[in-house]
């Protein structure tokens, strides 16, 4: 009964997707309030960039990323390592994960990752999230590497990677923490038919169906 009212949640998911239109259709069209802290620095820049003109007072370097590992630990329940810790920012129990924020337009990576979270400031109070998911998928799209040792990728082609996934994709990220399966799955609760593309219809051993 858990996995067909997941299912038919799924179902109902994707259906609000489609009909939400094509701006709209991707898995992670998700904002994070940033904490009141935050807010002031970028509120402060905000007013910096309004009485200079043609200066910027983008944040960056260490400021940017910090801010960007804790609201990311916050909202995805992560746990952080300790600062410069090679390769990844966080863990949980998947485990690892890199994250990047930015207000700028691309991000850059020095390495491939194995998870990869993405977020953009878009304005003093919120924060978009632009990506969460595969890292060697962003590595495998990213430019050369530049002079510094980075490659860059920009946030419409990371977007791009988000809305290109299967569908069937979706349920294992709507599905994960919801709970843990142990022992043998000896049938199962579904039909193929409802099952779609996500029904394995070969068991080692076993005819198919």
């Known amino acids: 009964m858990i996995l067909r009212r997941c ?6 998911m994707n259906a609000r997707k489609k009909s939400s239109g094509a701006a709209n259709d991707r898995t992670l069209e998700r904002r994070i309030r940033l904490p009141a802290p935050v807010a002031a620095i970028f509120k ?6 309004a009485l200079y003109p043609g200066r910027k007072f983008t944040p960056d370097g260490h400021l940017v990323g910090s801010i960007g590992e804790v609201i990311a ?20 129990a998947a485990g690892p994960v890199q994250i990047k924020m930015t207000s700028c337009e691309s991000v850059s990576m020095y390495d491939c990752c194995i998870r990869l979270i993405v977020l953009r400031v ?25 002079k510094n040792g980075q490659r860059r990728i920009s946030l419409s082609k990371l977007r791009g990677l988000v809305s290109a996934r299967k569908p069937a994709d979706d ?14 799955v000896v049938s199962p609760v579904l039909s193929p038919k409802e099952w779609g593309n996500l029904y394995l219809s070969r068991r080692p051993g076993r005819p198919r169906r």
Not at 73 to 92: C, I, N, R, V, W
């Open 171 to 184: 349920i294992y990220n709507f599905l994960a923490g919801k709970g843990t399966i142990t022992g043998e």
């Open 7 to 12: 299912r038919q949640e799924w179902i109902s």
């Open 44 to 49: 402060a820049v905000a007013e910096l960039e």
């Open 122 to 146: 878009v304005s003093p109070e919120e924060a978009e999230v632009v990506y969460y998911g595969s890292g060697e998928r962003v590595w495998e799209n990213a430019g050369k590497r530049q």
């Open 73 to 92: 630990a916050e909202e995805f329940k992560l746990t952080l390592y300790p600062m410069s810790h090679e390769g990844h920012d966080a863990f949980d």
